[in-house]
């Protein structure tokens, strides 16, 4: 399956950016990690915290993982996490630009079938490392698209200019099967005793994963949000919506993702880590 073509008004967009990642108020470490990319022929690009760039000029990389594990190894799973797709997706980009060409969902059930991999490896090799896994929520815009894959219970979600609040991962959860189908609402999902048992997860002892893998057509004024658990155990959807699109006028200027980190902290027992990314009519467009 290859990448759909692009449109003129799609490569004129501006894409803006914010992330931040926070302790919270009860854990001692944070085992969360985000990363932001910039990559194209030339190769990839860290990207700062805020920023803002064209769609023109490189495809971009968004995602959050969350740690699993004891001790340290939660932490050090999610950093391994982030860290793999910069060099994957670097060889991936190459070799495409070689003439190898694969489809997005080639891609990316490859990049997280070696991550997954990876965690397992070092799990069963070292003692300080039994049991380590990760969530991966993975977003690559491209113009005119969001490709994304997804394992566990981190959540990317897709705010259309138009209005509104959609989930576009599927949290691997009972809890998240039950929600999606219907048989619980919200309020129930957010209060049930099950709803941290993850059905799969990147390493941990799970032997097969099977990632969450998709693509929406994009335009400007439309935003997404990726972000861990933590931050949803915060804050209800409807607010997420809310501090995104109509902060209060004193929190105008405040970067979206340190808005809703803020706001989430008081009502979170987790760490929280979130990505706020709005496309824009870039010039010309």
């Known amino acids: 399956m290859g990448p759909p073509p692009t449109n003129e008004l799609s490569q004129k967009c501006a894409v803006h950016w914010s992330g931040i990642t926070h302790r919270g108020r009860i854990r001692k470490n944070n085992e969360d990690a985000f990363l932001a990319l910039a990559i194209d022929g030339h190769g990839v690009?860290?990207?700062?915290?805020?920023?803002?760039?064209g769609l023109e000029q490189s495809d971009f990389i968004f995602a959050v993982s969350d740690g699993l594990g004891g001790?340290?190894?939660?932490?050090?799973?999610?950093r391994i996490a982030v860290d793999r797709i910069t060099k994957l997706?670097?060889?991936?980009?190459?070799?495409?630009?070689?003439?190898?060409?694969?489809?997005?969902?080639?891609?990316?059930?490859?990049l997280f079938s070696q991550i997954h991999r990876d965690l397992l490896r070092l799990g069963s090799s070292y003692e300080e490392c039994a049991g380590m896994g990760a969530t991966l929520s993975l977003g690559w815009l491209t113009p005119g698209w969001l490709y994304f894959a997804h394992v566990g219970d981190s959540r990317i979600y897709y705010l259309?200019?138009?209005?509104?609040?959609?989930?576009?991962?599927?949290?691997?959860?009972?809890?998240?099967?039950q929600r999606r189908t219907g048989r619980i609402n919200e309020r129930e999902a957010r209060s049930h005793p099950g709803?941290?048992?993850?059905?799969?997860?990147?390493?941990a002892g799970y032997q097969i994963v099977d990632p969450h893998i998709g693509a929406v057509a994009v335009a400007?004024?439309?935003r997404f949000l990726f972000c861990t658990d933590g931050l949803?155990?915060?804050?209800?959807?409807?607010?997420?919506?809310?501090?995104?699109?109509?902060?209060?006028?004193?929190?105008?200027a405040v970067p979206p993702a340190k808005r809703l980190v803020d706001?989430?902290?008081?009502?979170?027992?987790?760490?929280?880590?979130?990505?706020v990314v709005e496309l824009a009519a870039g010039a010309g467009a």
């Open 45 to 53: 690009h860290h990207l700062g915290k805020i920023g803002e760039s």
């Open 71 to 78: 001790a340290n190894a939660g932490e050090f799973a999610s």
């Open 89 to 110: 997706m670097a060889r991936s980009f190459r070799a495409s630009a070689q003439g190898m060409d694969s489809g997005f969902s080639d891609i990316l059930a490859e």
């Open 160 to 177: 259309p200019g138009t209005g509104g609040l959609n989930q576009l991962t599927h949290d691997h959860t009972h809890v998240g099967w």
């Open 195 to 203: 709803r941290v048992s993850l059905q799969q997860a990147l390493g």
């Open 220 to 222: 400007p004024g439309d």
């Open 232 to 252: 949803v155990d915060g804050l209800w959807d409807r607010r997420i919506e809310e501090v995104i699109r109509q902060p209060d006028p004193a929190q105008a």
């Open 263 to 275: 706001e989430a902290l008081e009502g979170s027992r987790d760490n929280l880590t979130a990505i």
